[in-house]
């Protein structure tokens, strides 16, 4: 299965060029979070194939201009052709905005989902918006990943680990891709596209 990840920013190779041959055998959208709710919409128009996203935290828009035609993941397992993909949206709490938790929050959104994982038998792709904690996160709060999402991987070991919210242009040492116990780790600033089996 082709799936494309996005996140951060908007592609102009596919917003202001769009193109359908350029979706071509995409099978799935998963947006990780802080995009236009009508770059979305957008892109489930005219790819005719399921976008699902997370929230990120510069998406309190959704809350009055959701997606349309999109399907919300946070704080769900989503199946998909057998694949499980569980969403866990936001970042780390750094002011009073929306889809911000503190450490101990985020936490509780996860075990709320305990019984559905177990319910699935696991999960094969964890979306979320932040990274996971001294996994290519940043050193300021806002950019600071969660522990929980390492303690998800180490306890579930999902084939991927979807995430956004560290742009390119932050840091020198940007990674797209990394592993982890297994894992393989996809930051999806911008886009970018992985082949699942």
Known sequence: MRI???????????????????????DLIISCGDLAPQYLSFLVTLSHVPVLYVHGNHDGCYKDTPPDGCICIDDRIYVHDGLRIMGLGGSMKYHTGPYQYTEKQMRRRFKKLIPRIFRH???????????????????????????VFREIMDRYHPKYFLHGHVHKSYTSKFKRYDEYQGTIIVNACEKCIIDVE
């Open 4 to 26: 494309m990840v996005i996140a951060d920013e908007e592609s102009k190779y596919l917003w202001d060029f769009f193109d359908k041959s350029k979706l071509a055998g995409v």
């Open 121 to 147: 038998k696991g999960i094969d792709i964890l979306v979320t918006h932040s990274p996971a904690l001294k996994i290519n996160d940043g050193e300021d709060l806002p950019h600071k990943g969660f522990e």
